[in-house]
């Protein structure tokens, strides 16, 4: 049975599942390979977690590596982590390495070396731009990085065609529901909310949020449905919404905070919008490569989409008339708001075009595609 090690900089599993990594490793499992997930976990209690799990046929070996102290106590715990999935993925001698994002390609590259195996780099974003906003040096540290690493792998898997041809070409797996989860019946109860309901889904940014309900607020019987919890690793969460609660009880916004909800609950969350307004979620530099997953739903769940104005997500609602572009939220909320046939118009465009061309019955088949390849001795990259 062929062997494929998939590395992670992060948990697979705990707190939540990371959708993109899972529903590829499920498609390969179900394909006949044997997958085994390589986790670093830290951010996790080595004494309270298992080191070993297993989901559906996909296997999961955590490494337990803390990232405490000054710069350089990070980066030597960095180090120490890295290596420690080295010698795991040296010792289960995989077939095909599948490193996801740019953090732990090296890893794979230099167990390649030893082992000869393949090399994928599934790059879910733009990291060293990602870096760079935060740390100038960290951020030139992995471009130089990349630069190094990306002529020793044998195929690249992106999440859009800009980020794809940023890294000189690759197969876009575009980040989907199966159609056969979007096609699902839903009991549509609305959150208990009145009216055209616009939602938003997501990490909540207070700026964001302080602007959505500004604009909310001058459109007339226009309910805000937000689902979602603070950043990664960002604490805060119930004293911002109290402030944005308040904000919108001066401003005169119906708005309805959620919090965070299970992956489960998304579908009950698409039927209850009428609008969906896809926020900006990443730093200005990384939005031209960065296709929100929240679009690729919103079509699928037949709801018209407002977003910026970035290459990405531009070209897909401008291709298939599937929602609106503008930075400014009062007078596309209006215009949708206030035309019924065209939101339906717009959801119907968006769902036939995340039929064809989106869903990831569709991506699965270019992703096996890529392995066959792999096996086969060819790495083309196949788009």
Not at 359 to 382: F, I, P, R, S, T
């Amino acid at each position: 049975m062929t062997r494929i090690a998939m590395i992670l900089g992060h948990d697979l599993l705990i707190p939540n599942e990371d959708t993109r990594v899972y529903r590829e490793a499920t498609s390969l499992v179900n394909f006949g390979f044997e997958v085994t997930v390589f986790c670093w976990a830290r951010r996790m209690d080595k004494y309270e977690t298992k080191w070993e799990d297993e989901r559906n046929g996909i296997k999961v070996v955590r490494i337990f590596e803390d990232l405490e102290g000054g710069f350089l106590s990070k980066v030597r715990s960095f180090k120490r982590a890295m290596k420690q999935l080295e010698v795991k993925i040296e010792e289960y001698k995989p077939d095909i390495i599948h490193a996801h994002d740019l953090e732990v390609l090296d890893v794979a590259v230099n167990v390649k070396r030893i082992t000869n195996a393949k090399v994928i780099f599934d790059s879910h974003e733009d990291w060293p731009n990602m870096e760079i906003v935060q740390n100038w040096f960290i951020g030139k540290y992995y471009e130089r990085k990349q630069r190094k690493l990306i002529d020793s792998i044998d195929a690249v898997l992106t999440v859009s065609d800009e980020l794809a041809i940023r890294l000189g070409g690759g197969t876009v797996l575009y980040n989907s529901e199966p159609l056969e989860v979007v096609q699902q019946p839903v009991e549509n109860h609305r959150f208990g909310l009145d009216g055209i309901v616009a939602g938003y889904i997501g990490a909540l940014r207070k700026p964001i949020l302080e602007e959505i309900i500004d604009s909310a607020s001058k459109v007339n019987a226009l309910s805000l449905l937000i689902v979602g919890g603070p950043p990664k690793g960002r604490g805060g969460y119930s004293e911002m919404i109290e402030e944005l609660e308040k904000i919108a009880e001066d401003k005169g916004a119906n708005a309805k905070f959620t919090g965070p909800l299970p992956y489960s609950m998304m579908n009950e969350c698409y039927a209850a919008c009428d609008i969906l307004i896809v926020g900006h979620y990443v730093h200005r530099k990384l939005r031209d490569y960065a296709l929100p997953k929240k679009l690729l739903d919103a079509m699928g769940y037949k709801v018209p989409a407002i977003v910026g104005p970035y290459d990405a997500r531009r070209k897909i609602v401008e291709r298939y008339n599937c929602g609106l572009v503008s930075e400014e939220w009062t007078d596309t909320l209006t215009m949708l708001s206030n035309d019924k046939e065209l939101r339906k118009k717009m959801g119907e465009n968006g769902f036939k075009a995340f039929k064809m061309n989106y869903a990831w019955e569709l991506q699965e088949k270019k992703l096996l595609k890529v392995y066959k390849n792999l096996l086969e001795g060819e790495a083309g990259d196949e788009k």
